[in-house]
């Protein structure tokens, strides 16, 4: 256990990331008090589990995503309803906020988890369109538009990118992950039995039983989840529902959600 929240910090914690930039973790928090209202992102240690006392951004609406790009010098993050919006390095920190987006034409209108490709641009999940949308470019006037195709997903949450750049789509209401082609947009099942499927990662090379997998948390099972070969293998058990996932050096680190008098937590597991 690396962390636990308090009554001000991970209270309703959506997604992680990791920044190569400081090897922090960033966590979307929809708290809802304090200085994280009605939504932020929290900096934290992942030596010491310590929080930053101030976000790094407050949210208009719903923060539930959070990404960055390859080299960690942009993060993004989905803030809900109709926005994307980027955080720059500058050396130190995360600052000068910018949309991504027009929010004036509603697409994302429901954005949940993001993944940033080098070619395609960003890639969210749209929980109220039910397909993956696509902005090509991060600027004010940009709009978004549909990628996948007569995809009809149910309750889109996760998103992730594979090893040669394919993309995956959590369905909670499907308990199932899709899969996208990154041609065509032709969407199609790639597995199903993930109870509750939320945040995703793919786990490229390593030395643990789950490498060149794709890493899920299902939510309803309690159980972080690999998809290499037949049936699945459980990477990880916990008391509560995990929402989310990120992958550094060996290291998996887990986000869960509060239940049961638990408020959200961050766990970390060695070995991959």
Request: hydrophobic letters at 40%; glycine letters at 12%.
């Given at each position: 256990l690396l962390v636990t929240g308090s009554a001000t910090q991970l209270v309703s914690p959506r997604a992680l990331v990791i920044s190569a930039k400081d090897n922090h973790l960033y966590v979307a928090d929809a708290a809802g008090t304090g200085a994280c209202n009605p939504s932020c992102i929290w900096r934290v240690d992942v030596t010491t589990g310590a929080?930053?006392?101030?976000?790094?951004?407050?949210?208009?609406?719903?923060?539930?995503?959070?990404?960055?790009?390859?080299?960690?010098?942009?993060?993004?993050?989905?803030?809900?309803?109709?926005?994307?919006?980027r955080l720059t390095w500058n050396g130190t920190a995360y600052t000068s906020q910018a949309a991504c987006v027009d929010p004036q034409q509603q697409s994302p209108q429901d954005p949940m988890h993001l993944a940033i490709d080098g070619a395609l641009g960003i890639l969210v999940a749209d929980d109220n369109a039910n397909d993956v949308i696509r902005v090509a470019t991060c600027t004010a006037a940009s709009p978004g538009t549909t990628f996948s195709v007569g995809a009809n997903l149910e309750k889109p949450r996760g998103i992730a990118l594979g090893a040669a750049g394919e993309l995956y789509v959590s369905e909670g209401d499907r308990d199932r992950v899709s899969r996208v082609d990154r041609s065509t947009g032709a969407t199609s099942v790639f597995q199903t039995g993930i109870a509750g499927a939320y945040g995703m990662e793919w786990l490229a090379g390593g030395t643990s039983a789950y490498a060149d997998s794709l890493l899920v948390a299902s939510t309803d099972g309690r159980t972080i989840e690999s998809t290499r070969g037949l049936g699945r293998t459980a990477v990880a058990f916990l008391r509560t529902g995990p929402v989310d996932l990120a992958l550094d050096a060996g290291s998996l680190y887990i986000l869960t959600a509060p239940a049961n008098g638990i408020r959200g937590r961050i766990y970390k597991v060695t070995g991959f």
């Open positions: 929080i930053d006392p101030t976000p790094i951004v407050v949210g208009q609406g719903t923060i539930e995503g959070v990404a960055v790009d390859a080299t960690s010098d942009n993060l993004f993050f989905s803030d809900r309803a109709n926005r994307i919006g």
